[in-house]
């Protein structure tokens, strides 16, 4: 029986571990395999308290912003992948110790090493095996349980293997140094061959990723031109966001894959008799078009957790036309392929004709990043109470509350009025009446679906100054503002409020995210050059 130190098996276990899992991720790649790494991220969110995970998600997010991230979501989802490796490479890391702990304790190393790899697959296996949309064939069951297998066998023989403190002679006057320097050499060749197949490994599988999944092109959504005349500031952002670009945030690390030959909606519940609809019985109905502004209820004020484009869809209530409910029925439960579910009031459904089941972004099916191939729009509230990738909707007698609400997050979810500076047009300063030098100032205003009557700006504090809006493109989306101020050198704090058409003031005492949305008044700092570059004069 071999006696090897701890610090000795750690190493060893990483070493054969990172191969271990890179072989997971070339045969999700080559095969479509389960991605195990993945799957137990995805698990272990749905298991942990809502407390815990609202507050990693807002650390998270906190963090990004803290970096000047300005993709959040993207790189968000780079990270819960990166944390699924990693909490993989603990569990690898732990079966291993035990692997180690084998081969001190029995002469049957071998045998067991193996027994244990097999339960770790088996383990895996049931992770990936009850996710949604999971791969059941037997080949995939195969490679989990034998990647596993073989990496435990692989372990165990270079455990067994590896040089002792007494497997090498020494002189009665030599020191240890022949067989430090021998472990050292073990050492090395094991992390030289990790490197080679890890390296080898992830290079490949991004190659064909990248080559198989190519990202999408940023295009200008395929929408009615600005207003005559209207001139964006320097550093708004596109009014209309391209598809490409529009916001992803949900419960999966992956996007959820559906086949939409094989994909129907069904309505189960309290109805007369169940139905399902396939994708073109949807798309048969009376089609309705919207021009809408969505946001996370995660986003912060000015952040990029928020896009507008084109949606298509049916109205949910020309759907629900399609069926007999029972007297007692009184919501949705819609279920998304992630597994996340949202309640939706019917007589809010049957009151409002916008809340729509969508299958096209800018007149092209949903990407699957976005919720191919449907998902549901709710005007006036946050993206947390509309599912993506819907599979199946039950008619329910009561709210049960949703998957974010059940964790701590608003039940209503009702976008906040919020008002942002977007863009200070330091490169664009010109010239007006009187050769009063001009910066433009801009940015946009949101209130759901209540709409925008007025916004005012304010500079170092001073008096609120009406700002000029743009005719938004609908009354679902941000609306765009500018404001000229006259130009002054120095540091200065430019902040904006808005009223909703009602005459509302936006709340400006500020609050975080959670659990309702942000709140309070945006505001962004610049220093002006003494003698800023004029790019123009005033033009009537």
Known sequence: MKKIPLWLAVVITLLTALPFLTG?????????FSLVPLDMFDWMVGILPGGILVTGVSVMVDTLIALGSQDVDTAGKLIEQG???????????????????????????????????????????ALSWFRPFANHTPLNALWIVGLSVAWAHILTTLTLQTPTAHSAPVAPDATSNADTLNRREFLVQVGGTSAVLTLTGAGLGWLLDANGNPAPATQLATLPPSADGWKYVQGQRPELTPVADFYRIDISTRPIVIDDATWTLPFTGLVKQSKSFTLDELKALPMREEIITLQCISNRIGGDLIGTLKWTGVPV???????????NASHLRIEGGDEFFEYVSIEQIMAD????????????????????????????????KQPKWIVG????????????????????????????????GTSEVYRGEGNQLILPIGGYAIAGARGISKIEVSVDEGEWQEATLKTP???????????????????????????????????????PNQPDGATGIHAVNRTLEATPQVVGELTS
């Open 393 to 424: 909707v039950e008619v329910v007698a009561s709210d049960e509350r949703g998957y974010w609400v059940r964790r701590g997050w608003s039940p209503t979810a009702q976008m906040q009025t919020t008002s942002v500076v977007d863009g200070v």
């Open 473 to 511: 493109y609908s009354d679902l989306t941000w609306v765009y503002w500018r404001y000229e101020w006259a130009y002054q050198p120095g540091r200065h704090t430019f902040a904006v409020r808005c009223y909703e058409k009602d005459g509302t003031l936006q709340i400006v005492e500020t609050r």
């Open 24 to 32: 997971f991720y070339l045969g999700n790649v080559l095969f479509g």
């Open 353 to 384: 004709e916008r809340i729509i089941f969508a299958y096209y972004f800018d007149d092209q099916p949903l990407p699957e990043r976005n919720g191919f191939p449907l998902r549901i729009y709710i005007p006036d509230h946050y993206g947390m």
């Open 83 to 125: 944390m699924g490796y990693v909490f993989t490479l603990v569990g690898v890391g732990v079966v291993g110790l035990a692997i180690w702990g084998v081969v001190q304790r029995t002469a049957r190393a071998r045998v067991w090493g193996s027994v244990i790899g097999l339960g770790l697959g088996i383990v895996f296996l």
């Open 317 to 327: 209530r020309d759907v629900l036309a399609q069926l007999e409910l029972e007297d």
